[in-house]
Nanobody, 128 residues
Framework: EVHLVESGGGLVQAGESLRLSCAAS????????IGWFRQAPGKEREGVSC????????AYADSVKGRFTISSDNAKNTVYLQMNSLKPEDTAVYYC?????????????????????WGQGTQVTVSS
């Protein structure tokens, strides 16, 4: 059974950092792309970043480029999202999700409907 468990959310001030973790189990890690998404109240879920685990290629939304870094530890089946220089507009529930790597590419990674498995989410709140 596939499980994705996020952790690391919290309340921080603008300019501070957080690191989110997504612990995965129940599937072959290298066969999947892991994406981070976020959803703020009243807004649609948006793709933040993703990593293709077999080759460690990454992608980012324009809104987080240069501030967020995605990485993976394949030995631990865990993906991290290091978030620096946080802004109030980064406030959202952050989710990790997984999809077989052949099902998405560089132009579709941000489409949440393509992902098969989702974690429960972790709240990130950035105060001004």
């Amino acid at each position: 059974e596939v499980h994705l468990v996020e952790s690391g959310g919290g309340l921080v001030q603008a300019g501070e950092s957080l690191r989110l973790s997504c612990a995965a189990s129940g599937f072959t890690f290298d066969d999947y792309v892991i994406g981070w998404f976020r959803q703020a109240p009243g807004k649609e879920r948006e793709g933040v970043s993703c990593i293709r685990n077999n080759i460690r290629s990454t992608a980012y939304a324009d809104s987080v480029k240069g501030r967020f870094t995605i990485s993976s530890d394949n030995a631990k089946n865990t993906v991290y999202l290091q978030m620096n220089s946080l802004k109030p507009e980064d406030t959202a529930v952050y989710y990790c999700a997984a999809v077989l790597r052949y099902r998405i590419d560089g132009s579709t990674w941000h489409l949440s409907g393509l992902y098969n498995y989702w974690g429960q989410g972790t709240q990130v709140t950035v105060s001004s």
